[in-house]
């Protein structure tokens, strides 16, 4: 395997987090985007003003932490929204990303991944050697969604819409794995794909 620095992305609901579990016990360091990104808003006070400024106070509850929830309701029904919200947080993301990559391989981890779900959205495809799409069909995306998160279908469905379509993904990335079966069979489709690097 000589790809050492791997991205993972993928659509919501396609287990993109389950691949990354996989790597993980198989030796990868792996970076959570979505960690960062949560991270990004508790610990830079200037990041929250911005969005509170962009989405009104209703995104902020009485100790003044974010209500992801509902800055989601906002973002994911409106492409303009979502593009705003985009422009504050993926600079600090990309940034942040980049920091971890660097503290891991000091720390002489020689295989990263990391798992972003928005890697085309926020052009970070430079930065790895490869990347991997996790696939799933709309059905199976749809009954994982509303199982994990409890969310409505109309909120499942505008958050699959609001990201870059599967399609384009897996058209640009060096691997596909599609994930419709058991975790048996995506454990084993992942250690074919990254040990094909």
């Known amino acids: ?17 389950e691949v990354a579990n996989i790597l993980s016990r198989n030796g990868f360091y792996v970076i ?11 610990d830079n006070p200037s990041v929250l003003h911005e969005l ?9 509850d009485e100790s003044g932490a974010l209500k992801r929830k509902e800055l989601g309701h906002i973002v994911f029904a ?3 929204k979502k593009l705003k919200l985009n422009q504050i947080t993926h600079p600090h993301l990309i940034s942040e990303i980049g920091f971890a990559i660097v503290s891991a391989q000091r720390d002489g981890w020689k ?26 069909d709309l059905p199976v995306r749809i009954a994982r969604i509303r199982a994990r998160d409890r969310f409505k279908e109309s909120d499942i469905i505008n958050r699959i819409r ?36």
């Open 32 to 42: 959570d985007a979505d960690k960062i990104g949560k991270k990004i808003v508790e």
């Open 1 to 17: 395997m000589n790809a050492s620095l791997i991205g993972l992305t993928g659509g919501i609901g396609c287990g993109k987090t």
């Open 111 to 136: 295989r990263i991944v990391v798992d972003a779900a928005l890697i085309y959205e926020a052009g970070m495809e430079s930065m790895f050697d490869k990347i991997i799409v996790v696939y799933a």
């Open 162 to 197: 609001s990201q870059m379509d599967l399609e384009e993904k897996k058209r640009r990335a060096d691997a596909v794995i599609v994930n419709n079966g058991t975790l048996e069979d995506l454990e084993k489709t992942t250690l074919s794909v990254v040990n094909s690097f």
């Open 52 to 60: 509170v400024h962009a989405f009104g106070p209703g995104i902020i």
């Open 78 to 80: 409106d492409e303009i």
